[in-house]
């Protein structure tokens, strides 16, 4: 997170929950993110840290989330072996009908 977009983190913040921070003491909107989600072979820290083998694929999810002024605020890449998470979407539409 950009210090310039997010001040004042502490660790005592990051222990709690950063987003009430960044809504409820800086008073910011937290507008949309980008979700890119793929599969991917594993590299050795996956090997390694994940505990799996050459044939487990691994489940990437990267996310650049923005306030509601279009600045990006936060880029995440987690990495999560196949049979160890998963990833649900509920997707509402905004547009009127």
Do not use: W
């Amino acid at each position: 997170m950009p210090v310039k977009v997010i001040p004042g983190i502490s660790d005592d913040i990051l222990k709690k929950s950063i987003y009430h921070y960044i809504k409820s003491d800086l008073n910011l909107k937290i507008g949309s993110a980008f979700r890119k989600i793929r599969a991917d072979k594993p590299n050795l820290f996956d090997k390694k840290f994940l505990n799996c083998k050459n044939e487990d694929p691994i489940l990437e999810i990267t996310q650049t989330a923005f306030l509601n002024s279009d600045i990006p605020f936060e880029f995440s890449r987690v990495r999560y072996r196949y049979d160890k998470g998963n990833m649900v979407v509920f997707v509402k539409s905004s547009f009127e009908r």
